[in-house]
């Protein structure tokens, strides 16, 4: 409520200046909503702001309002006589319906608003904020936790190119707050140590896990395809591994009969497969998981990849990845679900080694702060060092090689 005096004018002789640099966003819908909020207060609580030459300051939804319930005159005051506060608080009411304003400022002039109100006044609400500017309570609370994610420093918010970017963001990211803290709720035992890389048999291992579930999975186990056999794989610089399709569905198969146990409630995997097994894979994975049926693409832009058969058909320079949800967990931004990036460019030289960059790039839909990561065949660790340099929470590579364990080990630091 302001202060000093109210008048009380002719609204035939309100002078409104239309400068279209400075035009506010005065809705149909916001005239309706101010238009019966008048009417269940039995009156207008907030006057109009008039400067001396009765041109309208502020209040030009007010006035509309009162224009559309059919009244003569209404309440002002001038501007000259309010004190600096009460100035300051117009001109941010002001600022939050300015046209000429981009979303931060205007979302940056609601909070400044709404936390004067609540510091000077004894019982100030997001809905007395609403009613105040004119805006539904819901958009008002909206736009609050946007502009507390800008002042917060949030770098994925102040990117957003439009106020509904922004709003999508902060909406996901409340979400995923709120699993994260339901999965710790429900879960006795801590975070174990934050960057590990175990040699052990996955096989062996999952059943037997009895810690924190994983809210993120990265799973690229062995294709199944007997790579060892390829060209590609024949010129592997570190090591083989055992990539018959038995082992396949072995460890898909531990990987599905211990979902309860490993991941959360409210989690993501992103599974590698070869697309020799498409469908079969998709079938499985869709009795645990959601999988969106258009696999991630890692595009090796070196045109590296194996070729089966020279003389009938090309080499393979692509690899594939279903992503897939527990809990309908949301991500934390959208990327493209096709990267490029080189497959010879390897830091530790295992012969099945993820390009980091490809997997960052994918990885900025999932790991932030509360990640905790499970990498179940590790190999060289590629993932859980991305996901570790990412500010994953904790990372958890597995890895039955002694050799390739060591080496990961050694390369995540
Ligand atoms: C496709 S590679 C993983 C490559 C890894 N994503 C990288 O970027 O380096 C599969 C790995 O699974 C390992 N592996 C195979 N069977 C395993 C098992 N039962 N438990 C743990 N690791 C296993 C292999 O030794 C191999 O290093």
Same mark, same amino acid.
Do not use: R
């Given at each position: 409520m302001l202060s000093g005096e109210f008048s009380s004018i002719n609204i035939e002789d309100i002078y409104i200046k239309r400068d279209d640099r400075i035009r506010k966003e005065v809705t149909p819908e916001s005239i309706d909503s101010m238009a019966e909020s008048i009417t269940r207060c039995g009156g207008l609580i907030h006057p109009i702001i008039l400067d001396r030459e009765h041109t309208l300051v502020a209040g030009e939804t007010r006035l509309s309002a009162c224009k559309q319930l059919g009244w003569d005159r209404i309440s002002f005051q001038y +501007? &000259?006589? +309010?004190s600096e506060r009460e100035q300051l608080l117009i001109e941010l009411e002001e600022n939050v319906r300015r046209k000429d304003l981009d979303w931060k400022d205007k979302c940056d002039a609601l909070l400044k608003f709404h936390n004067m109100q609540v510091e000077s006044e004894d019982v100030w609400t997001v809905s007395d904020t609403a009613k105040a500017v004119g805006y539904s309570v819901s958009a008002t609370s909206e736009q609050l936790s946007v502009a507390r994610a800008v002042v917060a420093g949030n770098s994925l918010v102040m990117a957003a190119p439009k106020l509904s970017t922004a709003k999508a963001i902060v909406s996901r990211q409340n979400e995923r707050e709120a699993s994260d803290m339901a999965n710790a709720i429900s879960t006795t035992a801590g975070p174990k140590k934050s960057n590990e890389i175990l040699t052990v048999d996955f096989n062996l291992w999952a059943p037997s896990y009895s810690g924190t579930p994983f809210n993120f999975v990265h799973a690229d186990l062995p294709y199944g395809i007997n790579f060892q056999s390829t060209s590609q794989g024949a010129v592997a610089e570190h090591g083989e591994y055992n990539d018959s399709e038995d082992v396949y569905w072995k460890l898909l198969g531990t990987l599905l009969d211990n979902t309860d146990r490993l991941f959360a409630e409210s989690s993501h995997l992103i599974f590698w497969f070869s697309l020799n097994f498409y469908q079969q894979t998709l079938d499985k994975l869709k009795t645990k998981f959601k999988v969106d049926p258009y696999p991630l693409i890692w595009f090796k832009s070196d045109n590296t990849g194996i070729l089966p058969d020279f003389n009938r058909g090309p080499r393979r320079v692509y690899e594939t990845a279903f992503f897939c949800s527990r809990g309908d967990r949301k991500i934390i931004q959208a990327v493209g679900n096709a990267v490029a990036a080189p497959g =010879? &460019?390897? #830091? #530790? =030289?295992?012969?099945?080694e993820k390009n980091e960059a490809m997997l960052g790039h994918f990885f900025r839909m999932i790991v932030d702060s509360n990640t905790r990561m499970l990498d179940p065949t590790c190999g060289s660790g590629s993932a859980v060092r991305v996901a570790k340099r990412m500010g994953a929470q904790s990372v958890l590579g597995l890895e039955r090689d002694e050799k390739f364990a060591e080496d990961a080990r050694r390369a995540l630091g």
């Open positions: +501007l &000259d006589t +309010l =010879g &460019d390897k #830091v #530790v =030289g295992h012969a099945s």
